[in-house]
């Protein structure tokens, strides 16, 4: 099954700064990858989301890059705000309907001013 | 996108109890999934629960510690059974929907076992 490496494990920048998170998965079918913006005690909220017929996909200060022959996606943040402090988790999934998100352990953000 | 209703969105239950945690969807959905979120985790899939058939559990999970009950495709249950402290945790339900499959998750339910 798809397994999904997710680096770094924690991230602290300073306003202003660019932030990037780095996520690697494994199974070739894959072909959809979002990411989630977590704040404490919320539900996973969706910042983004790239397909394999894509390579970048920008929405402001965020983005995201796709390398599918690497097998890796990352995630941009620039100019950071502190509001942007949070937990990020990547996930993938293949093209077969139903199939459910495997998420990555996830990234946790400190933007300090 | 779909909105789900979760609950309960919170309880504190006895060791050795069962709690239920149930998911109801605003439109038909094919597949429901229910996810774990333990402390200071990452999220990690349970099952996939198709209507009509048993669900399928990941590795690690069984149904005798979390049966679930698909009866219609705007609905799903979770059970969690003879629970332990180590069942702490945010449990979730997601649908995904149509050709662009949007994932969409429930507010979770944060289960303490004491």
């Known amino acids: 099954g798809e397994n999904v490496e997710q680096h770094p494990s924690t991230l602290s920048v300073q306003e202003g700064d660019s932030a990037v998170i780095k996520c690697t998965y494994s199974d070739s079918a894959s072909n959809y990858f979002p990411w989630y913006k977590q704040e404490l005690g919320k539900r996973p909220q969706l910042i983004i989301d790239?397909?394999?017929?894509?390579g970048e996909k920008k929405d402001q200060r965020i983005a995201v890059t796709l390398n599918k022959t690497a097998k890796h996606f990352s995630l941009h943040i620039t100019e950071t705000q502190p509001e942007d402090s949070a937990v990020y988790f990547c996930?993938?999934?293949?093209?077969?309907?139903?199939?459910?998100?495997?998420f990555g352990k996830g990234t946790t953000l400190s933007v300090s001013s | 996108s779909a909105v789900i209703s979760q609950k309960p969105s919170r309880d504190i239950c006895q060791r050795g109890t069962s709690l239920t945690i149930q998911c109801q969807v605003d439109?038909?959905?094919?597949?429901m999934f229910w996810y774990r979120q333990q402390p200071g985790q990452s999220l990690t899939l349970i099952a996939t629960a198709n209507q009509g058939s048993e669900a399928t559990y990941e590795s690690g999970f069984v149904i005798d510690k979390f049966p679930i009950s698909r009866p219609n495709l705007t609905f799903s249950t979770l059970t969690v059974s003879n629970m332990s402290p180590e069942d702490s945790s945010i449990y979730l339900c997601?649908?995904?929907?149509?050709?662009?499959?949007?994932?969409?998750f429930g507010s979770g339910t944060r289960l303490t076992v004491v």
């Open positions: 997601s649908v995904v929907e149509g050709e662009d499959y949007g994932y969409t």
């Open positions: 996930a993938a999934s293949s093209d077969q309907a139903g199939t459910a998100l495997i």
């Open positions: 439109s038909q959905v094919t597949m």
């Open positions: 790239i397909r394999s017929n894509v």
